[in-house]
C-alpha cells in the first residue's frame, strides 16, 4: 500500500483477500474462510435468518400447539407430512435453522476479531503523515503569509483543538472521529451478544401460560400450565416456587366496545412466605426473583351448576369460553361423563350482550356484561374419555353421540335451567371472568439488556459520528512569505465536512490575521 493510499484509508476492514496462489494446498480454504468471515456474509446470513423464521410465524409449531400441528398435517396430507418432514412446524430447533444461526456467530465473531485488532491499532498509531499533493484531496486550500512556519503551525494546532494531532517538522497530520468504528464494533459485537442471549433463553429458558377463572389460582410448577415452552436444557428445579391467586378481573370499554383498561386483582406468595396484593396490569408484569407474571388475555367462565338424574351435583364449576371476535362472542365446551344415567357433551356459545338476528341467531353487541346469555345444543352418547386418547377442553367429538332435543338450541340466562331427557339438569348460575397468565424465566435477560444498549448506542454513534483527516503543510518560498497548504478527507457526508474544513481555514487565518 502507497504512502497516499495509508493516509486516506478512513476504514479498519481488512484489506481484500488475494486468490489462492497455484500449488497452495490452504489457499481456497483461507479464502473461504475469508469469504465467510466478511462483513457482506454476515448481513447475507443475518438476512438468511430472518427469512428463514418466517414459517414459525405463520405454521404452528409442535413444542406450543402440537394439536394444530397434527391437525393440520391431517388436514393437508402428503404436502403436510413433507412440511413436517423438513421441519417447518419445528423452526427453531430445526438443523437447517441451527446452521445459518451457527454460521452467523461464526461470521459475526470471525469477522469481528481481525477488525477490532485493527481498530486497537489504528487507536494507538500515529496520524498518518501528510500525502504529497494536497491538492487531490477532496477539499483543500492555501495561501501565504508573513508568518515563520512555527507560528503557523501553532494557529493550526490551536484550530483543531479536540483532534488528535501529529507534527513531523513542517506538517500537521490531525484526524477525528474514531468513535465512528468503535460504534460500528460495538454494534456488532452487541449482535453477537444478542444471538447469544437468544442461545441462553433457547437453552435455559422457561415459558408457560395458564387459565385461571375467579376464585382460582396456580403455582409455579409444570403441573398446573396449560401449555409450556421450556428451553432444551431447563431443569424444573429452577423453577421459581410462588403461588398466585386471582381474586377479580376488571376489564372497562369504551361506548363503540374498544377496551380501555384490563386489570387483574391478585394475590401473590413466596414459598412459605405472607400473601401480599397486586394489580396486575397489561406491560406491568409481576417480578419474583427473576421469574415475571404477565396478564396476556381474558374471558368469560359462565358458572354451571350439573345435576344427576337423582339431584345429586355432579358439577358445580365455572366453564372458561374463549372469545372469537372483539365483542366476546365465546365457545366453550361442556363434558359431563360422571352421570349414573347417559353420559352428556354440549356445545355452547356465550355472548356477554346478546342480540338475535332475523334469522335467530345470537350475536354480542358489546364485549361487557350487559345482557349475558349461554346459548347450548346438547349431545347424549359415548364422550370417548374412556378410551385413553388425549382430548381437548375445548373440543366435542359427536361421532359416538346423538343430539339432545333434536339438536335444538336452548338459550339460558343467570339462574335458568335446562332439564334434559331422563331427569337430569343444567343451571346456568351466573358469570365469571377468567384471565391467562404467562411466567417467564429468562436468564440472558442481563445479557439482552446490555445488547440493546450496545445496538442502540453502537448505531448512533457509526450513524452521526464522522471520520475525517486534516493536512497543514508551511513552508518558506523563494520570495520569503511562508506557503501554506491545508487538504482534508471525510469518509461521511462530504458537503457537511465542506463546511467544517471552511471553518477551520477561516480559523486559521483569522489566528494568522490576528
Request: glycine share 10%.
Amino acid at each position: 500500500m502507497t504512502e497516499v493510499d495509508e493516509a486516506t484509508r478512513l476504514t479498519t476492514q481488512p484489506a481484500p483477500v488475494q486468490q489462492p496462489r497455484r500449488g497452495d494446498p490452504f489457499g481456497p480454504l483461507r479464502l473461504g474462510w475469508r469469504q465467510l468471515t466478511s462483513m457482506r456474509t454476515a448481513l447475507l446470513l443475518l438476512f438468511l435468518l430472518a427469512l428463514a423464521a418466517v414459517p414459525g410465524g405463520f405454521l404452528p409449531q409442535s413444542k406450543i400447539n402440537p394439536i394444530r400441528v397434527s391437525e393440520y398435517v391431517r388436514d393437508h396430507g402428503a404436502l403436510g407430512r413433507l412440511m413436517q418432514r423438513v421441519g417447518l412446524f419445528d423452526v427453531f430447533t430445526s438443523v437447517w435453522f441451527s446452521a445459518i444461526y451457527l454460521l452467523l456467530f461464526v461470521s459475526l465473531v470471525g469477522c469481528l476479531v481481525p477488525r477490532t485488532r485493527l481498530h486497537l491499532r489504528a487507536l494507538r498509531s500515529r496520524p498518518p503523515k501528510v500525502p504529497k499533493t494536497l491538492k487531490r484531496l477532496p477539499v483543500s486550500d492555501g495561501w501565504t503569509t508573513e508568518r515563520p512556519v512555527d507560528a503557523v503551525l501553532d494557529d493550526a494546532r490551536g484550530a483543531l483543538r479536540g483532534w488528535r494531532v501529529e507534527r513531523r517538522g513542517s506538517e500537521l497530520s490531525a484526524e477525528k472521529g474514531y468513535l465512528r468504528e468503535t460504534g460500528n464494533l460495538v454494534f456488532h459485537v452487541s449482535l453477537v451478544l444478542l444471538l447469544i442471549g437468544v442461545a441462553l433463553n433457547a437453552f435455559y429458558g422457561f415459558k408457560g401460560t395458564v387459565l385461571v377463572t375467579e376464585g382460582k389460582g396456580f403455582s409455579n410448577t409444570l403441573a398446573f400450565y396449560d401449555n409450556v415452552q421450556p428451553g432444551r436444557r431447563f431443569n424444573p428445579a429452577s423453577l421459581v416456587p410462588f403461588t398466585v391467586g386471582l381474586k377479580s378481573f376488571h376489564a372497562t370499554y369504551a361506548d363503540d366496545g374498544k377496551a380501555l383498561t384490563f386489570d387483574a386483582d391478585i394475590d401473590w406468595s413466596r414459598a412459605g412466605g405472607a400473601t401480599k396484593p397486586y394489580d396486575l396490569q397489561v406491560n406491568h408484569p409481576l417480578v419474583i426473583n427473576g421469574a415475571k407474571t404477565y396478564l396476556i388475555g381474558h374471558g368469560y367462565a359462565p358458572h354451571i351448576v350439573f345435576r344427576d338424574v337423582d339431584g345429586t351435583i355432579i358439577d358445580d364449576s365455572p366453564v372458561p369460553c374463549l372469545p372469537q371476535d372483539a365483542q366476546f362472542l365465546s365457545t366453550c365446551v361442556i363434558k359431563e361423563a360422571s352421570t349414573k344415567g347417559k353420559q352428556f357433551g354440549f356445545r355452547g356459545v356465550f355472548t356477554p350482550t346478546t342480540v338475535t338476528d332475523a334469522s335467530r341467531r345470537v350475536g354480542s353487541s358489546f364485549p361487557g356484561l350487559r345482557l349475558p346469555a349461554l346459548t347450548l345444543v346438547g349431545f347424549t352418547g359415548d364422550l370417548g374419555v374412556d378410551g385413553g386418547t388425549p382430548q381437548s377442553v375445548y373440543s366435542l367429538d359427536t361421532t359416538s353421540m346423538k343430539a339432545v332435543d333434536g339438536g335444538q338450541a336452548h338459550a339460558l340466562r343467570p339462574g335458568q335451567t335446562w332439564k334434559l331427557p331422563g331427569g337430569g339438569s343444567l343451571t346456568y348460575v351466573d358469570t365469571r371472568q377468567w384471565a391467562t397468565f404467562q411466567v417467564t424465566q429468562d436468564p440472558s435477560r442481563r445479557v439482552m439488556l446490555i445488547a440493546a444498549i450496545g445496538i442502540v448506542g453502537g448505531l448512533l454513534l457509526s450513524l452521526f459520528v464522522r471520520r475525517r483527516r486534516v493536512w497543514v503543510r508551511a513552508g518558506d518560498s523563494q520570495d520569503g512569505p511562508t506557503t501554506v497548504e491545508v487538504g482534508g478527507l471525510s469518509r461521511t457526508d462530504p458537503e457537511r465536512f465542506a463546511s467544517e474544513f471552511a471553518d477551520l481555514v477561516s480559523s486559521m487565518r483569522g489566528e494568522q490575521r490576528a
